[in-house]
Every structure is written in structure tokens, then in C-alpha cells.
């Protein structure tokens, strides 16, 4: 006798199903290929709390848990912070990452379950289980999953959530599965205030269920109250942490209306320069989620146990939207691009639902001529291939030119304390002033700076000698061993200094410069690649007559940095008048 095949009439979908390895593969192709290593945004504060962690021990910091983090209690995540205290901080990064790929892995797993469980054909079940795939891994978020920061947060989130519906629906009905569904949810709920909104979403979506007992929903009800009470207690008013009070969002209704569309709008270039255009697209995705249940509730199918699970997934996105809203609309200009991490999981239920509403795609497969529902299905099914690559190409394209940056930023680091003529460019930290008053002197105090940040100063002098390069309209005057005078009758003045021996990239050149009139300069190297706007580090003069600069070489890429430099550029700008003549003493190269 024959054996019998194990997978039974899911053999024919196997080869397909192997697409959702593409994705999943492609994510961690990028992640190692861009792996950033230096903290941005809110890590510098967790790297200072990782330092204090680690010296004063974890009893004497148990507070430091549940206290809030601007308006966030990220008990889970700190717990982790505290865990990985113990480790170079170098190992942070990657152990993070690594938690939150294998925690996105988890969700695309549960939700590959809770589609297995819903109805429809094996060819519908392996359409929404590869859009889980593509959609959970698609490249155009994989910039916010470069960060750990996020990446940590989001796995301690999200993945809770999704774990608390497939518990729910592995245990229909029973108390085990809604106590283990509470315990989920109280982790993301007290990991990220995404996972709040989940408890009025699952409390909804049970209420019309008649597996579960009115004690049962009624305890859901009560546990939900209470966590987002013990997540409020505590928190400090918005006052203090520099927000509007969220009565403001009356005054702004449409701005507030506009928000919660954006966040459901997938993150594409052309779309956040567009704030109405995006809050169409993502009027168009809510719309899109809210078809298939009219349709469900028509046919009587909406309120059934295998549609459970994409019914609170669509709720609760909502929800996050509608808290984001609220709590954001009144003081940042659009959603930011990292709220998308969490409304993918609306589409995840929309397609779900879609499915389930829709009859067997391939019904008419015997007919001569496709049928209309077929030859829209295909045209949908293309149209969505081309987003996903759209979306592939930007996400790639972004994940680069931010790795490229931020690396550019950590060869800035290795200068500092030496440029305090100059702001401390950290891609993409927008307060710098926080960073150089609190961030960086903590650390300093904690004697935690990382290995790329020396704060020992340039006090060992190299021996170089500078000769300029004679060109039409400069005329220089004199020219001493590090003093020259030059005056400059062309528009545009620039001056460039060969040096021997080549400087190399660690090194700093410093210099006096006084000017005849008013004028800032742009300092920019040639190390055999040629001048370019990416060579150059803008000096602020702020009208000074003489003024004394550091000039420094700062590089994204490594291969960059091993090139010595062979040429230096002075470029004058902003300068009024004609001749200039300007003076540069004490021209001068310095090494730790």
C-alpha cells in the first residue's frame, strides 16, 4: 500500500510556500551588510543606564525599571538593558538586533498558526501566509529594525500581542488561554505604549463570542483597566516633559485626523513629503480593513472564532493609531515612519479577512476566458508586486544612505573633545546641545566613552610642511614654515596647502586665520579621490576678524579612513568685497 503523503493536499503549495524565505533572507542580508554600531536617538541614554547598571548592581537601581521613559514604561526592555549590562557595550547592537529578528521570526510563526486555524482553501491560506512574510520583512522598514533601540522594543511590543491572540485561540474558551493572553499583553503593554490599545481590542472583539462566559470577558475587562492604570499612576504630567496637553487636539481636529491616517500609510519617500497624500493612501488601507468585515457581518461570519484573531489585529491597529494621534498629533509635523512597524499588522488582518470573505480564487480555472473576479484578482496581485518592490528598492536604498551617515558620525566621535570650535555632528541626533552638555559628559564621568570616542586632546605635534598652490588671483605675500598672507582679488577665494608628508585621517590640522572683512570658511580635504562636498566641514566664523580652528577628517566609509590626506582646501565664503587678504599662523598638524 502507497505511503501516504504527511502534508496531504499542502504539497502542492510547497514549492510557493518557500517564497517567504526570500524576504526573511533578504532582511538578514541587510542587517549584517549595514549593521550599525553606534548608538543614535534615545540608546545614548540607555547606554548611560547600561554603565550605571553595571556599577551600582540591580538592587540598587530596581526603581530605574518602572520608571517611565519620557511618556513610555519600558519595563521589559530596561530589564533587558540590565541583562546586557554585564557585556561590552559593543555586543549590545548585535545581541538586540538578533532578539528582535528572532522575535519578528516568532509572529511570522503564530500568525503562520492562526492562519492554518481560519477557513478557506489551502491556496488562500498560502497567500496570506506569504503577504505575513513580505509584509513583516519588507525592506522598507528594515532602516527601524537596523536601530536596537527599536528593534528591542518592538519585539518586546508586538510579538507579546501576537502571542496573546494565538493563545486566546489555542485555548478557546478556557481560562488558561485568557490569563496567558493577560500575561502577554502585560508585557507589551508595560514594553512600549503600542501594546495598550490591544486590551479594549481583544475585550471588543470577545464581547459578541459565545465560547467565552460573561465572568470571563468581564475579567478581561477588569485586568485591561488595570494595567493601563498602573501605567498612567506615575506619570509625569505632558507639562513637564515639554508636551501639549491632549485637550490640544480640539483645536486641531483635522491635523489630528490627518495623523491617524498617515500612520497607516506605508513610509514611501514621495508620500512623507506629501502629508495629505499619505493620509489619503492611508485613508484608502483603513478602508481596505473595514470592507471585508461588512461583508463577513452580511454573511453572518464575522463574530466566529477563525476570524477572531484578524478582527482584533484591525482594532487594535486602530487603537495604536488613534493613540498615536492623540498623543503626538499636536507637536510633530507628520507620523514618523517607525509607526508603520506597527500597522503592518493591519494589513496582515486585512488580507486575512479579504481571504476568508472571498471565494476560491481559482474556482473558474476550467473556463475558457478568465472571469472578471479573477482578472481583477490578477491585476490587484500585480499591482502589489510593484509596491513591494517599490517599497524594496527605497528600504534598501535607505538602510545604506543611513549606515553610510551614521559611520560618517562615528568617524566625527574620535575627534571629540578637540572641535570645540565646531558642533559634534551625531547622525541623526537633533539636540546637540543635550548631547555635548549630559550625554557625553555622564559618560566621560563614568569613564564609559566607547573606544571610537577619545577624549584625550591633540597635544602631540607631527612635523608637516604646507606649500600653497600659485593660481590666478591670489597673490601670496608671505610664506613661512605655518604663517602665509594671501590676498585674494577672484570671486569664490580658495586656497589649497599641499603637505608633506600626507596627514593621516586621525590627525587634526589646526590653524589661526584673520580676514580683512567678515567671511567663513569651508575646510575640505583631497586624499587622491578628488574634492567633493562629502571632503568639506563647514567653520562658522560668526563675524570674527581672527579666529582659531581645528579641521578634521571625518569619513563614512573605512577604506576612506586609511587614506592619508595629500591636500588641504581654505574656501572663503560669505565674504563681501574685494581684495581680501587674510592670514593663517600657526598652520600646524597634532596627533593624541
Not at 556599577?55 to 517611565?68: K, V
Not at 491572540?165 to 503593554?189: E, H, K, M, P, Q
Not at 518592490?389 to 559611520?407: F, I, M, P
Not at 577628517?553 to 577604506?559: I, L, M, N, V
Request: proline content about 8%.
Amino acid at each position: 500500500m502507497p505511503r501516504k503523503n504527511a502534508l496531504g493536499p499542502m504539497h502542492k503549495h510547497l514549492s510557493v510556500r518557500h517564497l517567504a524565505f526570500v524576504p526573511i533572507i533578504t532582511s538578514m542580508i541587510l542587517s549584517a551588510r549595514f549593521f550599525i554600531t553606534l548608538p543614535i536617538h534615545d540608546y545614548w541614554y540607555a547606554l548611560i543606564s547600561s554603565v550605571a547598571l553595571q556599577q551600582a548592581g540591580w538592587r540598587a537601581h530596581l526603581a530605574y525599571y518602572w520608571e517611565p521613559f519620557v511618556d513610555q514604561r519600558m519595563v521589559f526592555p530596561k530589564i533587558m538593558i540590565g541583562g546586557l549590562s554585564r557585556l561590552p557595550y559593543t555586543l549590545h547592537f548585535a545581541l538586540e538586533i538578533a532578539f528582535g529578528f528572532a522575535a519578528r521570526l516568532a509572529m511570522l510563526y503564530l500568525l503562520w498558526r492562526l492562519i492554518r486555524q481560519t477557513e478557506g482553501s489551502e491556496r488562500n491560506k498560502t497567500i496570506a501566509g506569504l503577504a505575513c512574510a513580505f509584509l513583516l520583512f519588507w525592506p522598507l522598514q528594515q532602516v527601524i529594525f537596523q536601530h536596537h533601540w527599536y528593534s528591542t522594543q518592538y519585539a518586546w511590543s508586538l510579538s507579546p500581542g501576537v502571542l496573546a491572540l494565538y493563545l486566546i485561540d489555542r485555548f478557546w474558551g478556557r481560562w488558561l488561554g485568557l490569563l496567558a493572553a493577560a500575561l502577554a499583553c502585560a508585557v507589551g503593554s508595560f514594553s512600549h505604549g503600542t501594546g495598550l490599545p490591544l486590551w479594549p481590542a481583544i475585550g471588543l472583539g470577545l464581547l459578541p463570542q459565545r465560547g467565552w462566559s460573561d465572568k470571563q470577558k468581564v475579567v478581561w475587562w477588569l485586568l485591561g483597566l488595570c494595567a493601563l492604570a498602573l501605567f498612567l499612576i506615575g506619570l509625569p504630567p505632558r507639562a513637564v516633559r515639554g508636551f501639549p496637553p491632549l485637550l490640544d487636539i480640539l483645536n486641531a481636529p483635522l491635523k489630528g485626523l490627518v495623523f491617524f491616517f498617515q500612520t497607516f500609510a506605508p513610509p514611501f519617500r514621495w508620500l512623507m513629503k506629501h502629508p495629505y497624500a499619505r493620509a489619503a493612501v492611508g485613508t484608502g488601507v483603513v478602508i481596505g480593513g473595514l470592507l471585508p468585515l461588512a461583508r463577513l457581518w452580511k454573511n453572518k461570519r464575522l463574530f466566529v472564532p477563525a476570524t477572531f484573531p484578524w478582527l482584533v489585529l484591525i482594532l487594535w491597529c486602530l487603537g495604536m493609531a488613534g493613540l498615536a494621534a492623540l498623543a503626538r498629533s499636536t507637536f510633530e509635523y507628520h507620523a514618523r515612519p517607525i509607526y508603520f512597524a506597527g500597522m503592518t499588522l493591519s494589513y496582515v488582518g486585512a488580507i486575512s479577512l479579504w481571504l476568508i470573505a472571498a471565494p476560491r480564487l481559482d474556482a473558474d480555472r476550467g473556463q475558457a476566458l478568465p472571469s472578471r473576479r479573477r482578472m481583477t484578482g490578477s491585476l490587484v496581485l500585480i499591482c502589489l508586486t510593484l509596491i513591494y518592490l517599490k517599497g524594496a528598492n527605497e528600504g534598501w536604498n535607505e538602510t545604506r544612505d543611513r549606515y553610510q551617515k551614521v559611520s560618517w558620525a562615528q568617524s566625527c566621535l574620535q575627534y571629540y573633545p578637540a572641535l570645540d570650535q565646531h558642533d559634534l555632528y551625531v547622525y541623526p541626533y537633533e539636540d546637540h546641545r543635550a548631547f555635548t552638555e549630559f550625554i557625553l559628559p555622564q559618560l566621560a564621568a563614568m569613564n564609559a566613552l566607547p573606544d571610537n570616542m577619545r577624549a584625550a586632546p591633540f597635544t602631540i605635534p607631527v612635523p608637516t610642511t604646507f606649500v600653497p598652490e600659485r593660481q590666478e588671483g591670489l597673490d601670496i605675500r608671505a610664506a613661512g614654515p605655518s604663517a602665509f598672507q594671501i590676498t585674494f582679488a577672484v570671486k569664490d577665494p580658495l586656497v589649497v596647502f599641499k603637505s608633506s608628508p600626507p596627514i593621516p585621517k586621525p590627525c587634526v590640522v589646526s590653524f589661526e586665520l584673520s580676514s580683512s572683512v567678515a567671511t567663513d570658511v569651508i575646510f575640505s580635504w583631497n586624499d587622491g579621490t578628488g574634492w567633493s562636498k562629502a571632503k568639506a566641514v563647514p567653520m562658522d566664523r560668526k563675524g570674527r576678524p581672527v579666529t582659531k580652528h581645528s579641521g578634521y577628517f571625518p569619513e563614512g566609509r573605512q577604506a576612506d579612513r586609511a587614506r592619508p590626506v595629500e591636500a588641504i582646501r581654505l574656501k572663503l565664503t560669505k565674504a563681501e568685497g574685494s581684495p581680501i587678504t587674510v592670514t593663517i599662523q600657526d598652520l600646524k598638524v597634532w596627533i593624541r
